[in-house]
């Protein structure tokens, strides 16, 4: 079992800054992947960022260049900095991750955090 544990939402003013992190508890290890999802009102859930286990990461279109995924502690924190934010970019984001069993591949899901970018 993995869990996982946001905190950072909140409201911010345009072009202003914000930082998501997401603790993971549990079976750490067997975590291959993790990232952030979101879903903005009245859209269903696209990704924002994602980070394997050797670092790689990957982007949405919408963020590259102004948000960063990165990890603390050996993988067990993550975060999502975001820097000049849009209104586009008001959404709940969920902390994921992802692992591998012989039963098959299992996500796992933050509770979600309210971000809320004002003109």
């Known amino acids: 079992q993995v869990q996982l544990v946001e905190s950072g939402g909140g409201l911010v003013q345009a072009g202003g800054s914000l930082r998501l992190s997401c603790a993971a508890s549990g079976r750490m290890f067997a975590i291959n992947i993790m990232g952030w999802y979101r879903q903005p009102p009245g859209r269903q859930r696209e990704l924002v960022a994602t980070i394997i286990r050797g670092g790689s990461t990957n982007y949405a279109d919408s963020v590259k260049g102004r948000f960063t995924v990165f990890r603390e502690n050996g993988k067990d924190l993550l975060y999502l900095q975001m820097t000049d934010l849009k209104p586009e970019d008001t959404a709940v984001y969920y902390c994921?991750?992802?692992?591998?069993?012989?039963?098959?591949?299992?996500?796992?899901w933050g509770q979600g955090n309210q971000v809320t970018v004002s003109s």
């Open positions: 994921n991750a992802v692992t591998f069993s012989p039963s098959g591949r299992t996500d796992y």
